[in-house]
């Protein structure tokens, strides 16, 4: 097979959660376990920092693969989903993985695959695993896939975990409740190895601790040692589009400046949030022998997006009309999403709403403006809510709009009418930002 039918096979033989939803999703260890033993347990060859969370692991796992590889290591990246390309998933010192080594690793596993019928994902996480310890990675830093006790990922040991927010997302896989969602991150939590909470939450707080305590597993809540704070002036700065494409930050460590005039190359507000687990996470791992100067923080920080090619964080893809695209989609998430979009000056905000159908949309329709007009759509996949299903939703909840289809077709409708001084956000879904060309492309300043 050449790589677009090797890659057609992955999505069509096995069940693909990105994709189907709940029918791709495979709870237990036991499949990864049997593949990492076939292929010589290569999640043991190299070392490795865990992240789990709702919102924000993501952006941190790029963030601390970003300036690890500015202190001079070689860094395995592996996350998910991917925006436009599966390759994105796997990346070392953010180079993607190369398609002929995937074509050639699923042709040599065929064997393998026929006996032990893994799913989509834990192939994917067996062939990243493999690929770093073949690369003589020197740290990996592993993103959870959904959850984090049953993930596939969840078969490694790593040097230090991190767990960012805790939200509804996933819940019927995950549990209805906070502290049931809190209790399936926490799974990462190994035996003896500490464990950094990005945000104190008084709901979960308590599942983290227990579950520390029972491992035996040192434990420090982030926000506890690190605050960030927008520099003045505290405008509309980071919203329109930042300071030559940063935010500037002043972070203090225990109420004391601690680093002046941070440059963070995310621009969305909610990543301050993210920024305290990330400063806390590289000090275990400076604990652990890791040699990261403030020179490596900054750059790292600063260059995420070039250093590991992280897309779809409130990415600035147009100018008159500012155009906005971001991949927050659970309640949790569009809250921050929206807080920051309201503080951006506009005429009228014209909103692109594309979701996924095994969720409840009704609370994320609720949150949403009703002074925005809606540009209703649905992504090229299985998962997808049909966009005159959704427009049915929103218009019941008090939202005005149409339904366009296709996510271009929304998108083109969009700008076409707005104003100069109006804003255009792209959103809903992950699923619907992966199919805005602009990310991929230099924005073009109209």
Request: net charge negative; charged share 20%.
């Amino acid at each position: 097979m050449n790589y677009p039918e090797t890659l057609a096979w992955l999505y069509a033989q096995l069940p693909m959660y990105q994709r189907v939803g709940a029918a791709g999703f495979k709870k237990g260890l036991g499949n990864t376990e049997a593949l990492a033993e076939a292929l010589g347990h290569p999640e043991t060859q190299f070392r490795s920092v865990h992240v789990a969370g709702t919102n924000g692991k993501g952006s941190s796992s790029h963030l601390l693969a970003a300036v690890l590889q500015s202190a001079g290591y070689k860094v395995g990246l592996y996350t998910s989903p991917h925006l436009r390309e599966f390759t994105e998933r796997i990346r070392v010192n953010g180079q993607e993985l190369a398609p002929d080594y995937l074509v050639r690793w699923v042709a040599e596993q065929q064997d393998l695959f026929a006996t032990i019928e893994p799913s989509f994902f834990e192939m994917c996480v067996a062939l990243a695993f493999d690929y770093f310890a073949a690369e003589q990675v020197d740290v990996a830093v592993v993103e959870v896939g959904l959850g984090g006790r049953l993930d596939s990922t969840n078969i490694i040991t790593p040097l230090v975990s991190l767990i960012t927010n805790i939200s509804y997302d996933h819940q019927a896989m995950l549990g209805d409740t906070l502290p049931e969602i809190a209790g399936e991150k926490a799974g990462i939590i190994k035996p003896g190895r500490p464990v950094i909470v990005s945000q104190s939450q008084a709901e979960v707080a308590e599942v983290f601790e227990r579950k520390a305590a029972r491992e035996g597993s040192p434990l420090l809540f982030a926000d506890s040692r690190y605050t960030a704070l927008p520099t003045p002036p505290a405008s509309s700065d980071a919203a329109e589009g930042g300071r030559a494409g940063v935010q500037l930050l002043d972070v203090l460590r225990h109420g004391q400046l601690y680093l002046e005039n941070l440059a963070l190359g995310l621009l969305g507000d909610y990543q301050r949030l993210n920024l305290p687990g990330v400063l806390a996470t590289l000090d275990e791992l400076r604990t652990q022998g890791f040699d990261i100067p403030e020179s490596a923080v900054r750059q790292g920080l600063r260059e995420v997006t070039r250093l590991t090619g992280l897309r779809g964080r409130w990415s600035i893809i147009g100018q008159h009309p500012l155009v906005i695209a971001d991949t927050g989609h659970n309640e949790a998430g569009l809250r921050l999403v929206l807080a920051q979009l309201a503080r951006v000056p506009h005429q009228h905000l014209h909103f692109v709403l594309g979701v996924v159908n095994d969720k409840d949309v009704t609370k994320v329709l609720a949150l949403l403006p009703r002074t925005a007009t809606y540009y209703f759509c649905q992504a090229g996949i299985p998962r997808a809510l049909p966009a005159a299903e959704l427009a049915a939703q929103a218009t019941a909840a008090g939202l005005i709009g149409q339904a366009y289809g296709p996510v271009a077709a929304a998108v083109a409708a969009a700008r076409a009418a707005a104003g100069s001084a109006d804003v255009v956000f792209i959103g809903g879904s992950t699923f619907v930002v992966a199919e805005v060309a602009e990310l991929y492309e230099p924005a073009s300043g109209g």
